[in-house]
């Protein structure tokens, strides 16, 4: 019997360690890397440089020329890339520490997509620089595309190099895009049908994909096996390496004229120096809480309010993010997100609407500290599937920013204007299938990059700016497209009449998009948003949120055939053909944006709006000669300025009655008053001791410590600290359940009243 009381030695526990280590079954994510988003301590290096002194102009100087490099690449990437990702954006270069810190990014691109790839620049040299069968040389370059090692989903691949400056690691490099296409279940690359991390196609954890500068073919054509788009991969694989390569240029060029000390501090500082900052600027804050709740509607397969409780605390010159009380994880669904993901869009949240000023740096959120329960939807655990991972999550991006801005309100100065937030889904559709040219592709619309802005404290939100995770996007060129893929736009990209949230200030519109297929007898799309029940985005002020959003179908027609018939009798826009129904025969139909992917017809109509920004203040505050131009640019309805905004005005000629209006207005006001009630009258109304039991709902009620949830079809009650993954029933297997069930109540009643 072995001596349970016996005390290794120091030898021992070498020994024990480095046969764990040699032997361990399955290298993870690491817990430790992945749990932390601050920038390291120092290098022994770091700490060498700096502690000499630095010369600040030379330190600009080199920061210029790097930032200068960045844009360079990105430019490279933008330009060659085959993704249509890479065409309007949806990308980044970065740079990095020895140790892996994110110190700079180019001056466009997805903030995010750099802020998480430090994680596997962390986990590159803690595992395999050592390993004798990896290594680290000069040359090498990694590929990485698995959120659970850190990124936004699994479409986004990264192109991960390591610069070196005689012998000696100096930095890291990175040239992240979109890609799409992956292999997974449903085309494109994000299945919203995924029931498990098997379902979501290639996931590459950062291995080395490159040697001595070139690529290997014998993996690259392993990976060009495991996606729909072979030609997509090998291309874009080649763009990113040539664009590190590029930039692994210019920072030599930075080693050879500055030296390696002058980039090291420059590197470093630029973190540090953010860092103060940061603290500073939440030393500047009220002490105190101030708390918000949103509610994503939908898991992607049925509907259910999933909720998102977020506390933001200051004390000092600290800030905690407290997201416990947030829904539970789920079992089978592509929904949930892990934490490392999470805090990447806090950290786009921070940089784009409350301090945009700062250098787009993850030390910008090192003084800052956030926590979640574990296995909950934001923390999700590693074998949950996490196909979707943020892009129905991406009110998350939005979410601080109505507490930050009551903390920020009375500030004698601010960063950046009061805003509300943005419409914050992708509305948009992935598609697959094979083109009008025969290949097979899967992949993502532009058309995302249409979103509204929110209102500011000062003026209406932009209209069709921007998604809600990159404020320098684009939504490319329609034509290139349509040579490319089967799918026919039906009009333009109208404005959105109507469909914004309301204030003393609106928020920008979102665009109408109506797409068809043509030329293709096997294509298909899907969403994967949340946001057509409950509104994603809340009003500030007493502005209103924006509106909620619908996917409308026309079915079982060809609208070629159609027209061809009947030129002149359809107008293309979404109100009308669901209300008017031109077309007949066609099955009209209305859905939540959380589509899994289905096969469409030639000649099929699939519309969906991108959101509208939500608005800021009293409508009855907003200026009648700015509705009255609304109504005259077709952006509000004669209804929605009468109705809502009390503006009287001749519909005939728009002339503003201004005594009319003050009028109306000053009636409005006493109604509210009349409409009103105490608070107290109001709780005792509406409260309730749990959440309604028809309702599938999951998240904290009026404790965070005690979750509410559906497990199985069954409603549970968990401690936060205990929380399990809910299992969800598949909707197919719920759907044939009450058909059966309605057939045997039909047959009983027949049988009734044949007995009769």
Same mark, same amino acid.
């Given at each position: ?65 790097? /930032? ?46 750099? *802020? ?7 986990? /590159?040299?803690?595992?395999?620089? +050592? ?63 995924? $029931? ?14 490159? $040697? ?18 072979? #030609? ?5 694989? #080649? ?11 210019? %920072? ?77 994880? !789920? ?32 030390? %910008? ?25 943020? /892009? ?68 209406? *939100? ?46 920008? !519109? ?54 061809? +018939? ?54 009855? $505050? ?25 503006? %009287? ?20 006001? +006493? ?5 009103? #009630? ?11 001791? $749990? ?13 965070? +410590? ?51």
């Amino acid at each position: 019997m072995s001596d349970t009381n016996t005390t290794l030695t120091a030898e021992d526990k070498r020994l024990l360690d480095q046969f764990l280590n040699d032997n361990q079954l399955f290298y993870a994510p690491d817990p430790e890397i992945m749990a932390s988003h601050s920038i390291s301590p120092r290098s022994a290096e770091e700490e060498r440089v700096l502690s000499q002194g630095v010369d600040p102009h030379r330190l600009n100087q080199v920061r210029g020329i790097v /930032i200068a490099a960045l844009d360079e690449s990105f430019t490279m990437v933008e330009q060659m890339g085959a993704a249509p990702g890479a065409k309007w954006g949806d990308l980044v270069t970065g740079i990095y520490t020895a140790t892996g810190d994110l110190s700079m990014i180019a001056p466009h691109g997805i903030v995010a997509f750099a *802020g998480c790839c430090h994680y596997p620049i962390k986990f /590159i040299r803690k595992y395999w620089e +050592k390993d004798p069968t990896v290594g680290l040389r000069e040359g090498d370059g990694f590929i990485h595309n698995d959120s659970r090692y850190g990124g936004i989903h699994n479409t986004d691949q990264s192109m991960i190099m390591p610069v070196y400056w005689k012998g000696e690691l100096i930095c890291w490099i990175s040239s992240t895009v979109h890609e799409g296409e992956n292999g997974a279940c449903e085309p494109g690359g994000m299945p919203a049908a995924a $029931e498990s991390k098997f379902d979501e196609g290639l996931k590459m954890s950062p291995f080395r994909l490159v $040697e001595n500068f070139e690529v290997r073919r014998d993996l690259l054509t392993f990976l060009q096996n495991s996606v729909r788009d072979p #030609k997509l991969q090998l291309e874009d694989v #080649k763009v990113k390496l040539h664009a590190v390569m590029r930039l692994r240029e210019r %920072v030599l060029r930075v080693l050879e004229e500055h030296g390696k000390d002058a980039l090291i501090a420059a590197l470093r500082k630029n973190l540090e120096d953010v860092e103060v900052e940061v603290r500073r600027r939440i030393a500047e804050l009220p002490d105190g809480t101030t708390r918000v709740v949103s509610f994503p509607d939908s898991t992607l397969r049925e509907n259910a309010l999933l909720k998102f409780n977020l506390a933001v605390t200051v004390k000092g010159e600290r800030m905690i993010l407290d997201l416990r009380g947030s829904s539970p994880e !789920f079992l089978n669904r592509s929904i949930n997100c892990n934490f490392a993901s999470f805090r990447t869009i806090l950290l786009t949240a921070y940089l784009q609407n409350i301090w945009p000023d700062l250098p787009h740096t993850m030390a %910008v959120f090192s003084p800052i500290e956030v926590i979640a329960d574990e296995n909950s939807l934001v923390c999700a655990s590693f074998d949950t599937p996490q196909a979707m991972s943020l /892009i129905p999550l991406f009110k998350g991006m939005t979410l601080p920013v109505i507490p930050m801005a009551k903390l920020s309100y009375s500030l004698p100065h601010r960063y950046t204007a009061i805003v509300a937030p943005q419409y914050d889904q992708p509305a948009t559709f992935i598609y697959g299938g094979l083109t009008q040219h025969g290949e097979s592709v899967g992949n993502f619309c532009a058309d995302i990059n249409g979103n509204g802005q929110g209102a500011r404290s000062h003026r209406d *939100g932009e209209n069709a700016l921007s998604p809600p995770f990159g404020f320098m996007c684009d939504i490319g060129e329609q034509e290139l497209a349509e040579e490319e893929l089967p799918i026919l736009r039906l009009g333009g990209h109208n404005i959105a009449t109507d469909r914004v949230g309301f204030g003393k200030y609106r928020g920008g !519109f979102g665009y109408e998009q109506i797409a068809t297929v043509r030329g293709s007898n096997l294509w298909g799309f899907m969403t994967g948003c949340t946001g057509s029940i409950f509104s994603p985005s809340p009003g500030m002020f007493g502005g209103y949120a924006s509106p909620v959003y619908a996917l409308c179908k026309i079915r079982g027609i060809n609208v070629f055939d159609f027209v061809k +018939k009947h030129p002149g009798k359809i107008t293309f826009d979404i109100l009308s053909l669901m209300n008017e129904q031109p077309i007949p025969d066609a099955k009209y139909s209305t859905h939540d944006m959380g589509m899994t992917f289905e096969l469409v017809n030639e000649g099929e109509i699939y519309m969906i709006c991108q959101g509208g920004g939500a608005g800021y203040g009293d409508v009855l $505050e907003r200026d009648p000669a700015q509705v009255v131009k609304d109504v005259e640019e077709g952006l509000i309805s004669h209804e929605t300025a009468k109705e809502l905004f009390k503006v %009287v005005y001749d519909p005939r000629n728009l002339l503003l009655d201004a005594d009319a209006t003050r009028k109306a207005r000053h009636d409005e006001r +006493k109604a509210r008053v009349a409409r009103g #009630k105490p608070y107290h009258e109001f709780v005792k109304e509406w409260q309730t001791a $749990e959440p309604p039991a028809h309702i599938p709902y999951f998240g904290s009620w009026d404790d965070p +410590k005690r979750i509410w949830a559906m497990n199985g079809g069954q409603r549970v009650v968990l401690d936060a600290d205990k929380l399990t993954g809910m299992f969800m029933p598949n909707p197919k297997d719920v759907r044939i359940g009450a058909l059966e069930a309605e057939v045997q109540a039909l047959r009983a009643q027949l049988e009734s009243a044949n007995a009769g």
